[in-house]
């Protein structure tokens, strides 16, 4: 499975960002995507998950305010209301499952490649 991601760029304050995850290969493999972010300095943290069933949970800076959604191969992150600490670079994460030789189910993750997330006025 790969992942890439679109989106992100200069967001004033207060406005809205759009970020867009596309996997490729096995996506039937994929049983959950999530988002997750890393601001300078601080360790990755989860933004909000999706899973193959449609399940969604949220990290609760972002309860409220954005809206994960997936179409086929596709998973967006919706957020409103921007605020200066969103700003971030965003990462895509899919758990991808697999079996092994003897048939024992094994879940590993693919990441796409960050997109950043600048809120400035």
């Known amino acids: 499975v790969q992942l890439q991601a679109f989106g992100g760029g200069l967001v004033q304050p207060g406005g809205s960002l759009r970020l867009s995850c596309a996997a490729s290969g096995n996506i039937r493999s994929i049983t959950a995507v999530a988002w997750h972010r890393q601001a300078p300095g601080r360790q990755r943290d989860l933004v909000a998950s999706?899973?193959?069933?449609?399940r969604t949970n949220y990290a609760d800076s972002m309860k409220g305010r954005s809206t994960i959604s997936r179409d086929n191969a596709k998973v967006d992150l919706q957020v409103n209301n921007v605020r200066r600490e969103d700003t971030a670079v965003y990462y895509c994460?899919?758990?991808?499952?697999?079996?092994?030789?003897?048939?024992?189910?094994?879940?590993?993750?693919?990441w796409g490649q960050g997109t950043q997330v600048t809120v400035s006025s």
């Open positions: 994460a899919a758990d991808v499952l697999y079996y092994t030789d003897d048939g024992s189910p094994v879940v590993s993750r693919a």
């Open positions: 999706i899973t193959s069933g449609g």
